[in-house]
């Protein structure tokens, strides 16, 4: 079986979840995902990581090595955050 690509990884992800922003990057082994989602609105870091796992599945015994989740944010901190600033202006700018 082939290494998933990042944009694997990123479909994976938004099949099994609503995600108002998602980003994966990686070498088809270790994966970093910035993952915005109105489905993390309560939960604890921890809790919105075991959602993503959840949303993976098998995919992270047997395919995905290893995934940093380095931000998982709900809408309103993506909003506050550099980056959801930088991306709402390059969004205003086209």
Not at 51 to 76: F, Q
């Amino acid at each position: 079986m082939a290494d998933p690509t990042p944009a694997e990884v990123q479909q994976y992800i938004a099949a099994g979840m609503t995600c108002e922003y998602l980003h994966v990057e990686g070498d088809g082994r270790h994966f970093f995902a910035t993952i915005v989602s109105s489905e993390f609105e309560g939960l604890s870091r921890v809790r919105r990581h075991q959602r993503v796992y959840a949303v993976l599945g098998d995919r992270m015994k047997e395919e995905i090595h290893a995934l940093s989740m380095s931000k998982t944010l709900t809408p309103a901190e993506w909003a506050l955050s550099p980056e959801g600033q930088a991306a709402a202006a390059s969004s205003a700018s086209r």
